[in-house]
């Protein structure tokens, strides 16, 4: 069966860091692009960046480039998301995901963990 | 960006109605269009992707179309578990952009 877990979401003050982690089960992991995707509650789904499947390329949203960096260790079945000076606006649940390929749909979620950037 | 504009924002509907979404792209994206469910308190799941593909598991009432940029989801008769909010997503540039979703509420 294939699982996406998240960890590492919590409360963290403006200008702050958190690492988000996904431990991936039940597949191929180092076969799939995996995506990191966010959601403010009771709102829209925002992509926030995906990594290829050896970690070569990495793309990422305007809103969050320059601040967060996406990684992967295939022999840890692990995805990351370092996200580094914290703004209020990058509140939200943030979802681990997988595609086959780049222009791919996304077949698995995580449960999403939630990140709380306050004061 | 690519803009995904999807209508109509929510919808009351009974069960056994048709229900029709639509979502339009800014620009073209050929056949690189997805669509999702999602209920309260859970990820988003994948109910057709490629324009019109229907995913492995989803009931047959879900279908997808497309025209030009327009593309459109239909449930042919809604069921109890269809209440839910629906978001299309286009994978064809980056960043990939979602619709902003449609609530359909029972009435």
């Known amino acids: 069966e294939v699982q996406l877990v998240e960890s590492g979401g919590g409360l963290v003050q403006p200008g702050g860091s958190l690492r988000l982690s996904c431990a991936a089960s039940?597949?191929?992991?180092?076969?799939?692009?995996m995506h990191w995707v966010r959601q403010v509650p009771g709102k829209g789904l925002v992509w926030v960046s995906r990594i290829d499947n050896d970690g070569s390329t990495t793309n990422y949203a305007d809103s969050v480039k320059g601040r967060f960096t996406i990684s992967r260790d295939n022999a840890k079945n692990t995805l990351y998301l370092q996200m580094n000076s914290l703004r209020a606006e990058d509140t939200a649940v943030y979802y681990c995901?997988?595609?086959?390929?780049?222009?791919?749909?996304?077949?698995?979620w995580g449960q999403g963990t939630l990140v709380t950037v306050t004061s | 960006d690519i803009q995904m504009t999807q209508s109509p924002s929510s919808l009351s509907a009974s069960v056994g109605d048709r229900v029709t979404i639509t979502c339009r792209a800014s620009?073209?994206?050929?056949?690189?269009l997805n669509w999702y469910q999602q209920t309260p308190g859970k990820a988003p799941k994948v109910l057709i992707y490629a324009a019109s593909s229907l995913q492995s598991g989803v009931p047959s009432r879900f279908s997808g179309s497309r025209s030009g940029t327009d593309f459109t989801l239909t449930i042919s008769s809604l069921q109890p578990e269809d209440f839910a909010t629906y978001f299309c997503?286009?994978?064809?540039?980056?960043?990939?952009?979602f619709g902003q979703g449609t609530k359909v509420e029972i009435k």
């Open positions: 997503q286009q994978s064809f540039g980056t960043p990939w952009t």
């Open positions: 039940g597949f191929t992991f180092s076969s799939y692009w």
């Open positions: 995901s997988r595609t086959t390929f780049v222009a791919g749909w996304i077949d698995y």
């Open positions: 620009q073209t994206i050929d056949n690189y």
